[in-house]
């Protein structure tokens, strides 16, 4: 490996923005953003991806990492359907960068890309089995095992928002649609009511808890990880349903499994960029 080049870009592809951060010697050094000007235009959007990495790139870049909201085939560097660029349906996104670039580039679902960023920058470096759990608009989650991403054929490893539960699954009942569907109100609505004491938002939070814990012993069943690292809007919110989340979760079969389990809300800044440069020092690991 030349050690010249010090410096791995992390891309995070989002609806209405791309941003991309330098990071050196696991230091972020720069982000910059730029806006997506129209989601249905397939080259110019491309054309706007290259345009972002030339304007920062140099001869010390040893790889390209990329979170993105689809799936993706590791194999090939395809991605398909992603989530609020309709126009990026299928994609050679791995073989445009490198011919371009001629570095190695790395792709993955942004579930995927906090879950890694959080082992290589937050909560999670201190631990080799851990699960990114995201709750926003959807749910989802990225899975940590033996101290390397497990992200199945096509990136679907971790999506237990789409598990059956009750009438539906638990992405209906453990991200922000459920607030509106059962409730009239949006999430972020039901946080400023509860911290301003409204008693019904703070109640809808309780329920909402006894939910999450119903998904996070799902979680610990199958992957029984030591570390999860909750993010996503409604982890902002989480003192309002962590009580009722820790008692949910007392009934659970294996005591030691909960006792011994560390839950923390991310506080690192930028984490989608730093996800997407730590999927090289997970491949290099």
């Known amino acids: 490996m030349d050690k010249s080049k010090n410096i791995v870009v992390g891309l995070d592809i989002g609806g ?42 140099s001869h010390n870049i040893a790889a390209i ?15 398909f359907d992603t989530v609020n660029i309709p126009s990026w349906k299928v994609v050679p996104l791995k073989v445009i960068l490198e011919e371009r670039f001629n570095v190695p580039v790395y792709i993955n679902n942004d579930a995927n ?12 470096k201190d631990y080799d089995n851990m699960v990114g759990l995201i709750s926003g608009t959807g749910t989802g989650a990225g899975i940590i095992s033996n101290g390397k991403l497990v992200s199945g054929r096509n990136c679907g490893a971790g999506e237990f928002g789409m598990v059956s539960y009750l009438d539906q699954n638990y992405e209906n009942y453990c991200s922000g649609g459920t607030f509106k569907q059962a409730y009239g109100i949006e999430a972020f609505e039901a ?4 911290k301003q004491g409204n008693t019904e938002a703070v109640e809808i939070w ?9 998904l996070i012993k799902m979680i610990l069943y199958t992957v029984d990880p030591e570390m999860i690292v909750l993010g996503g809007s409604l982890s902002k919110a989480y003192t309002f349903y962590k009580n009722s989340m820790l008692e949910r979760l007392g009934d659970f079969a294996f005591k030691n499994a ?6 923390e809300v991310t506080s690192i800044e930028n984490i ?7 999927l090289y020092y997970d491949a290099l690991h």
Do not use: W
């Open 206 to 214: 309780k329920t909402y808890g006894q939910h999450f814990a119903e």
């Open 16 to 57: 209405t923005n791309m941003r991309l951060g330098l990071v050196k010697e696991n230091v972020l050094q720069k982000i910059d953003t730029i806006p997506i000007f129209d989601v249905n235009d397939k080259k110019g959007t491309l054309d706007q991806l290259i345009g972002l990495i030339e304007q920062n790139f």
């Open 258 to 263: 909960v006792s011994n389990l560390k839950i």
């Open 272 to 278: 989608a960029v730093l996800g997407a440069a730590s």
């Open 65 to 79: 990492g990329m979170g993105v909201p689809s799936l993706v085939d590791l194999k090939t560097g395809v991605i």
């Open 191 to 194: 946080f400023e009511k509860a």
């Open 113 to 124: 890309c906090f879950a890694i960023g959080e082992k290589y920058f937050g909560h999670g």
